[in-house]
């Protein structure tokens, strides 16, 4: 699985989880995942986002756009945060904006 829709448009595609990293290899290759999946398992990362839950078992699923100066632009959170289509049409617009240096409507 992979993000083509966002080729060419400086993106990074990284997915985050609890699991441990043999279970995220064995995810990522039954996914076909052509991005990184990555494990935290010390929960780390998923504590300074804020989504891990309160029990400290699992991650909520989250999708995350940073920009090329690290500040994070868009959150997805949910159901939201499994169909990319919104997140691809913010990068693309996020993209756009970076380019010219001129606000794009709808991206702050």
């Known amino acids: 699985m992979d993000t083509p829709d966002l ?4 993106t990074q595609v990284l997915a985050v989880s609890v699991d441990d990293a043999k279970t995220v290899r064995e995810f990522a290759k039954a996914l076909g995942a052509t991005y990184p999946l990555l494990s935290d398992e010390t929960r780390a ?3 300074a986002y804020g989504v891990l839950d309160p029990s400290g078992r699992f991650d909520r699923r989250a999708t995350f756009v940073v920009d090329s100066g690290g500040i994070i632009r868009k959150i997805e ?16 617009l996020l993209g756009k904006k970076e380019a010219s240096g001129r606000d794009e409507p709808g991206v702050k």
Do not use: L, N, W, Y
Request: aromatic share 4%.
């Open 77 to 92: 959170e949910g159901a939201a945060a499994i169909d990319p289509s919104g997140v691809v049409t913010f990068c693309k």
């Open 7 to 10: 080729a060419g448009h400086q």
């Open 45 to 47: 990362v998923s504590k």
